[in-house]
């Protein structure tokens, strides 16, 4: 069974920064084989690619809407893949979700990956 588990979120003033972790785990999962993405969804909105990192990270994808203030990276020997999030903004709340996908790639599209997270609440005052 594979789990993708975020933490970091929370609620953080307008201009604030956070930091979201993602660890995976299972037995069958290979994470270094595994593009892994951001995604978030506010309350009545679709569900949006934030970013998007390759397999060894040497191909990365930011939506318009969060470039210059989102960075994502992993740490393969850890399992793990984080979003730091600076100059945030009311915009920006909404629940955020890790996901994996097994392309070479990137995973873009909210219909690619093979394994979602549960979620972090992400709320920012202004």
């Known amino acids: 069974q594979v789990q993708l588990v975020e933490s970091g979120g929370g609620l953080v003033q307008a201009e604030g920064s956070l930091r979201l972790s993602c660890t995976a785990s299972?037995?069958?999962?290979?994470?270094?084989?595994?593009?892994m993405a951001w995604f978030r969804q506010a309350p009545g909105k679709e569900r949006e690619i934030v970013a998007s990192i390759s397999r060894r990270g040497g191909s990365i994808y930011y939506a318009d809407s969060v470039k210059g203030r989102f960075t994502i990276s992993r740490d393969n020997t850890k399992n793990t893949v984080y979003l730091q999030m600076s100059s945030l903004k009311p915009e920006d709340t909404g629940a955020y979700y890790c996901?994996?996908?097994?392309?070479?790639?990137?995973?873009?599209?909210?219909?690619?990956?093979?394994?979602w997270g549960q979620g972090t609440q992400v709320t920012v005052s202004s």
């Open positions: 299972g037995r069958t999962f290979r994470f270094r084989d595994a593009c």
């Open positions: 996901a994996a996908g097994y392309t070479s790639g990137l995973v873009t599209s909210p219909r690619s990956p093979d394994y």
